[in-house]
Every structure is written in structure tokens, then in C-alpha cells.
T-cell receptor, first 113, second 113 residues
């Protein structure tokens, strides 16, 4: 069975500061990992995806995530937060023969001026 | 025009009423999904469909039913709504496998009084 755990339901950072959103996964087979973002009053959209190629994945809006098998982690980072990054972020896991993906509980990111 | 549309966007109803939420997509995808989002619980899968003749239960299908009227249309019904079905409902589509990017509609906010 697969699962994903997002550490911290709410993260607050200052504008210009580093953003770090944590995600750990559990999977008995090689995982595919995703980060989705949900802006207020909108549906989710893909931020980035790991599919067993490069372990450092770059996404939209300056975000990136690194797959670390030894730590079963896929943390999302951005060097400098912008006010427009305020949103809810979801980590998700799947695998090559899966029929669906499993979402984490989400982390709400707030940006302080 | 949006690729995945949901109607209605907001609905308030009373306990015991039958409700239908509709989803249409223009992406030409075979796979469609219905999720519900509750604060702190992330997204939970209700039903999913791989093609017009295929319907599968997700993790929380009790109290819900679906209909795949065409490749582009996937409806979710609450036969007799109850207050704990108050939530944000999302439709999503994907091209094929569980590892593919899912494309989400804007959501339907349902309140059951």
C-alpha cells in the first residue's frame, strides 16, 4: 500500500525567505511523486512530477523538489518566497501500474510581508 | 475556455434531497475522477472511471453514485444528501495511467443543511 505524509498543516514564511514544505512517502514499489498547488477558489494544478528520471525536479514558478530514496522524502523548496505563492500544496504518490494517485492532507503556505 | 468544467459551482440543499454534480471535459482524456476535499483531510477519491463502460469505487463511495454518460461527461449523485457530505467536490481527468498528470475542475462547494 502507498501513503504520503505532509509534515505541517500550515507553514508561514516571510516574503523573500526560503520555502520548505515537507513530504514523506511510503511505497513498496518505485514511486511516482507529485506536488500540486491549489490557489484560493481554484482547482489543483500540477507543480512538478518525479517519474524516476532526474532526482532533482524543477517545476513552475521557481519551485523544485528532490527525491531522496534513503529518506523516503520528496520535499518542495523555493529559494525566495513571493506573496503570490500563498496557496495550499499537496504531495501525492503513485506507481507505474497504479490506477490512481494518493494525496496527502495538504500544507497551507502563508507569506508574511 | 476551461478544459474541465463543473456545474454548479455552489449549491445549498437540505437533508434528504437528491443532488447531481456534473463534470465535462474537452481534453479528450479517457479517465475521470471525483474527489471530495475536507479541511485537514486533503483529497479523497469517491469514484473513478477509465472509460464509458468502466466505473470503480474509490475510498469513500458510500452515499454516492456516478454516471459516465460519454467520454467527456461524468456525473456524481448524492441520492439522499446528509450534512456530513458538506464539502468541496472536484472532478479531474487524466490521459491514461495513474502516473499521469491529473487536470482538475474548479470545484463545487456543496452545503447540506
Amino acid at each position: 500500500a502507498q501513503s504520503v505524509t505532509q509534515l505541517g498543516s500550515h507553514v508561514s514564511v516571510s516574503e523573500g525567505a526560503l520555502v520548505l514544505l515537507r513530504c514523506n512517502y511510503s511505497s513498496s514499489v518505485p514511486p511516482y511523486l507529485f506536488w500540486y498547488v491549489q490557489y484560493p477558489n481554484q482547482g489543483l494544478q500540477l507543480l512538478l512530477k518525479y517519474t524516476s528520471a532526474a532526482t532533482l525536479v524543477k517545476g513552475i514558478n521557481g519551485f523544485e523538489a528532490e527525491f531522496k530514496k534513503s529518506e523516503t522524502s520528496f520535499h518542495l523548496t523555493k529559494p525566495s518566497a513571493h506573496m503570490s505563492d500563498a496557496a495550499e500544496y499537496f504531495c501525492a504518490v503513485s506507481h507505474s501500474s497504479a490506477s490512481k494517485i494518493i494525496f496527502g492532507s495538504g500544507t497551507r503556505l502563508s507569506i508574511r510581508p | 475556455d476551461a478544459d474541465v468544467t463543473q456545474t454548479p459551482r455552489n449549491r445549498i440543499t437540505k437533508t434528504g434531497k437528491r443532488i447531481m454534480l456534473e463534470c465535462s471535459q474537452t481534453k479528450g482524456h479517457d479517465r475521470m475522477y471525483w474527489y471530495r476535499q475536507d479541511p485537514g483531510l486533503g483529497l479523497r477519491l469517491i469514484y473513478y472511471s477509465f472509460d464509458v463502460k468502466d466505473i470503480n469505487k474509490g475510498e469513500i463511495s458510500d452515499g454516492y453514485s456516478v454516471s459516465r454518460q460519454a467520454q467527456a461527461k461524468f456525473s456524481l449523485s448524492l441520492e439522499s444528501a446528509i450534512p456530513n457530505q458538506t464539502a468541496l467536490y472536484f472532478c479531474a481527468t487524466s490521459d491514461s495511467g495513474g502516473t499521469d498528470t491529473q487536470y482538475f475542475g474548479p470545484g463545487t462547494r456543496l452545503t447540506v443543511l
